[in-house]
């Protein structure tokens, strides 16, 4: 089969990517790709290329030692092949995986199971014949979900009609001869043919996901429960890894029979159900009524009895203070478990300010936290642990779980004695006089306070007092000067009662008094 690598889709979340950083350490120890490392080497790789990641960015706090995996190759209980025609032939390609983001890595099957290729090889050698030519130009995708012990198959198609219906049943008979176990099939209606694994938008026909054979829904086994979830729904790709993933929401959250647990992006209840045993009450939020239908089944027979309550929502800021009931005395605890894309904007601040004792953010794209820390931070709490989770081995990626507490409030500030103050310098012996304000009952010496004189309300004004100067001031006033500009000293008898006084009068030009002063031929008044 033509294996093909496509990575455009790939988030980029600047100068201090962890995939760059991967590629970094990659490269020193000249290979392409995580796959060509033994995993223990494929772990230090990881932690280096983590701490250096938290150091970039300034985050709070050091990652803790990565928790292996139990399978570090072959453990991806779901895949996809794109179907394509071209000349006749056809092909199933490996497109893009999510969570997978080196280029270099075109040979991402050897994260897949082997039965996943014998299934591959099966369906395609059937696509092949010329009876089902017509049917695999209508195929998007075949994709393999399930354990690593059974499998069902889903036909993503373009159109639901007689004839690719007809032929799909057809198909259905033969997996079911496959020696490979195959428990059930599906065909899913997306007749946009996007990239996602089932649809990009929900079309408009009223049937759109038809069952083949098999049991309505998939199931999985996790600490001695069978949790049932839709085909289309949500679960993790590694198996392996969830039991440990659980251990690690324990251990950062331990349980409060007293308090209330609120599991938001809930999918089928895995975390809300696994827990409620060591809570008052689970409150689990998801914005897919079929993860809500599906967690409401699971809760109704695995544990009947406990107080759960799944209620479908889009977990943004209104929605949550809309749903969420108002904190009462009863301590909160939160687990955030939201998709690689991070949560919606506002979502952290409610959470905040309903002052939960303890939060557990799980981040399955690692390129979130950057982004989502300094949210909590701001609002108050401290990032306590940081869990990193091997559940994508061979791939340049890793599953965090990070605890945030409050922030104990900081301690009180005592009044510092006043230190004395040094006198200031004064010149030539000069008193400096301080003067401050007083208040009604303040004399400094336990005496009434001495009343301020009232000012004056009637009588003749107080004349103003001429200023006189300093003694070195009083310097002899110049002698007046007539309206020539002489003298008046020097006049050659009484000035006339026409004769003018004060002021230039008429300058050397003859210029009249109101006129600008003259500077001189080149000055501003010529």
């Known amino acids: 089969?033509?294996?093909?690598?496509?990575?455009?889709?790939?988030?980029?979340?600047g100068r201090f990517d962890f995939n760059r950083t991967i590629a970094q350490h990659l490269r020193r120890k000249?290979?392409?790709?995580?796959?060509?490392?033994?995993?223990?080497?494929?772990?230090?790789?990881?932690?280096?290329?983590?701490?250096?990641?938290?150091?970039?960015?300034?985050?709070?706090g050091r990652p803790e030692e990565i928790i292996a995996s139990p399978m570090p190759r072959h453990y991806r209980t779901t895949s996809k092949r794109r179907i394509k025609v071209h000349q006749g032939r056809i092909t199933a390609e490996l497109d893009h995986i999510d969570l997978e983001s080196l280029p270099e890595q075109a040979h991402l099957m050897l994260l897949e199971p082997e039965a996943h290729r014998q299934i591959y090889e099966l369906l395609l050698g059937y696509l092949e014949?010329?009876?089902?030519?017509e049917f695999a130009r209508h195929v998007n995708f075949l994709i393999i979900r399930g354990t690593y012990t059974e499998h069902s198959v889903i036909f993503n198609v373009d159109q639901f009609d007689a004839e690719v219906v007809r032929k799909g049943k057809l198909l259905a008979a033969h997996m079911q001869e496959s020696p490979v176990r195959i428990v059930s099939a599906y065909m899913f209606l997306d007749p946009s043919r996007s990239d996602y694994y089932l649809?990009?938008?929900?079309?408009?026909?009223?049937?759109?996901?038809?069952?083949?054979?098999?049991?309505?829904?998939?199931?999985?086994?996790?600490?001695?429960?069978?949790?049932?979830?839709?085909p289309t729904g949500f679960s993790q790709v590694n198996l392996a890894m969830v039991p440990e993933l659980l251990r690690v929401v324990r251990e950062l959250l331990p349980g409060d029979p007293g308090a209330m647990l609120l599991d938001l992006y809930c999918g089928y209840g895995l975390f809300g159900i696994s827990l409620a045993p060591s809570w008052a009450g689970v409150i689990g939020l998801d914005a897919a009524p079929g993860a809500i239908r599906a967690a409401t089944a699971n809760h109704q027979h695995l544990l009947p009895e406990a107080n759960v309550v799944f209620s479908t929502a889009s977990i943004d800021g209104r929605a949550l203070r809309r749903l969420l009931p108002e904190p009462d005395t009863m301590r909160e605890y939160v687990i955030l478990d939201p998709p690689r894309s991070g949560t919606h904007h506002g979502v952290i601040p409610v959470l905040a300010g309903r002052k939960p004792a303890a939060v557990v953010h799980i981040f399955c794209g690692i390129e979130q936290i950057p982004r989502e820390v300094p949210d909590w931070l701001h609002a108050g709490y401290r990032?306590?642990?940081?869990?990193?989770?091997?559940?994508?081995?061979g791939t340049a990626n890793l599953e965090c779980c990070l605890l945030f507490t409050p922030r104990p409030p900081a301690p009180p500030q005592t009044e510092e004695p006043e230190a004395e103050?040094?006198?200031?310098?004064?010149?030539?012996?000069?008193?400096?006089?301080?003067?401050?304000k007083r208040t009604e009952g303040e004399t400094g010496t336990g005496e009434p306070k001495r009343p301020f004189k009232p000012r004056r309300e009637s009588g003749p004004a107080r004349p103003a007092r001429p200023y006189k100067g300093k003694p070195d001031d009083r310097k002899a006033a110049p002698p007046a000067r007539d309206g020539k500009g002489r003298p008046a000293d020097r006049k050659k008898g009484p000035a006339g009662p026409k004769?003018?006084?004060?002021?230039?009068?008429?300058?050397?030009?003859?210029?009249?008094?109101?006129?600008?002063?003259?500077f001189g031929r080149k000055g501003p008044g010529k």
Do not use: C
Request: proline share 9%.
């Open 129 to 133: 014949k010329p009876a089902y030519r």
């Open 30 to 60: 000249r290979t392409a790709s995580l796959l060509n490392l033994a995993y223990p080497e494929e772990l230090l790789v990881k932690q280096g290329s983590l701490e250096q990641f938290w150091e970039q960015h300034r985050l709070p």
């Open 421 to 436: 103050q040094k006198p200031r310098f004064v010149h030539k012996g000069r008193v400096e006089r301080t003067y401050k």
């Open 1 to 13: 089969m033509p294996i093909r690598s496509d990575t455009s889709s790939l988030p980029v979340s």
């Open 499 to 518: 004769e003018r006084s004060g002021g230039y009068g008429k300058g050397r030009k003859g210029k009249p008094a109101d006129s600008k002063r003259s």
């Open 383 to 393: 990032l306590d642990r940081i869990v990193p989770l091997d559940l994508f081995p």
């Open 199 to 230: 649809e990009s938008r929900r079309p408009d026909e009223h049937i759109i996901f038809k069952k083949l054979f098999g049991p309505e829904n998939l199931s999985v086994e996790i600490e001695g429960r069978r949790f049932y979830y839709e």
